[in-house]
């Protein structure tokens, strides 16, 4: 595997990548079964952070995000088809970003 360069980024540094990490640890702690009260304010500071990082650039999916995060505060509770539809579409903008992740699949 080729080393991935590392670099700080800050919570409001547009960056797909990170975005990328923090949806798919929200929906990993949505979906661990028994324990979504445990785990609601951690997975709404996870939403908010990748909102943070697709505001710039990504408007439009950070206010799907945001949508998905006030569904889990105030109702209703988002279907596992929103967070599969959302998955799809944080996915195909950090393809975008670097096509080579995927060796040039759509």
């Given amino acids: 595997m ?10 409001e540094e ?5 975005a ?8 990993a702690l949505a979906r661990e079964n028994g324990y979504y009260g445990a785990n609601l304010q951690r997975l709404v ?13 990504h408007r439009a ?11 889990l505060q105030h109702g209703p509770r988002p279907r596992e088809e ?10 195909a903008v950090a393809d975008a970003e670097e096509p080579s992740r995927n060796n040039g699949n759509p």
């Fill in 82 to 91: 929103d967070w599969e539809r959302l998955a799809l579409e944080v996915g």
């Fill in 20 to 27: 990328e990490k923090h949806f798919s640890a929200a929906w």
């Fill in 61 to 71: 999916l950070a206010e799907k995000l945001r949508e998905i995060r006030h569904g």
């Fill in 2 to 11: 080729a080393d991935v360069p590392k670099r700080m980024t800050r919570p």
């Fill in 14 to 18: 547009a960056c797909v990548f990170c």
């Fill in 45 to 57: 500071g996870e939403l908010i952070l990748a909102q943070w990082h697709l505001w710039e650039k």
